[in-house]
């Protein structure tokens, strides 16, 4: 099962400018995590930010966390033609649960 | 960095057919594997969960007798699609959890062709 939305479900936008993705889950969580994949290919990790957590950063990369919320948000600034991917959240429960997804947020940067 | 093999990468199959996909964690061990399956712009569905040494969990709506899972060492871990039909045509990807840490690794994925 998928534990939630993302949205917007695809985003275009010029190269130079901001994306921002939204995440939403329904269940408590050991950590969200997202993902990023190109067409046909396997994914790359992006960023892990635990629940006790609000904000990350990883370069261009800004992760935010508001669990009273069951929401994240992935904001890339200054958007390359090569961050054209489909992105996707992935949460994570205790022990041994597996990474549930979101149904992912396909960006296109236009040069 | 923990690396997971996945083989193969891709396969093309005739309808009737059995597939057998292997996952393996190179240089680390995993108590538990996850396979997931990913149709054309959707997101990743998990299929089932393998643990070593004991019988795989199944999501609802996966057929255990479709999809064998085998995990019979701490490495490796096997999905074989049995009597293959196009509808089964799908990229399957396997990702292995790190023994006592909270880390997921994933397999570059297999495609599946069936025609």
């Known amino acids: 099962s998928q534990q939630g939305e993302e949205d917007p479900q695809a985003l275009s936008i010029q190269e130079g400018e901001n994306a921002t993705m939204n995440c939403s889950y329904k269940t408590s969580i050991n950590n969200l995590q997202w993902y990023r994949q190109n067409s046909g290919r396997g994914l790359v990790h992006l960023i892990l930010?635990?629940?006790?957590?609000r904000e990350k950063h990883s370069g261009r990369l800004r992760v935010t966390l508001d669990t009273s919320k069951k929401s994240s948000s992935l904001l890339i600034t200054a958007s390359r033609a090569a961050d054209t991917a489909s992105y996707f959240c992935a949460t994570d429960g205790s022990g041994n649960t597996p990474l549930v997804f979101g149904k992912g947020t396909r960006l296109s940067v236009i040069a | 960095g923990a690396v997971v093999s996945q083989h193969p990468s891709w396969v093309i199959c005739k309808s009737g057919t059995s597939v057998k996909i292997e996952c393996r964690s190179l240089?680390?061990?995993?108590?538990?594997m996850f396979w997931y399956r990913q149709f054309p712009k959707q997101s990743l569905m998990l299929m089932a969960t393998?643990?070593?040494?004991?019988?795989?969990?199944?999501e609802q709506g996966v057929e255990k007798d479709k999809f064998l899972i085998n995990h019979a060492s701490l490495t490796l871990s096997t999905l074989t699609v049995t009597s293959a039909h196009p509808e089964d045509s799908s990229f399957y990807i396997c990702s292995a959890k790190r023994t006592a840490t909270d880390t997921q690794y994933f397999g570059p994925g297999t495609r599946l062709t069936v025609l």
């Open positions: 240089d680390f061990q995993a108590t538990t």
């Open positions: 393998s643990n070593e040494g004991s019988k795989a969990t199944y």
């Open positions: 930010i635990r629940s006790n957590e």
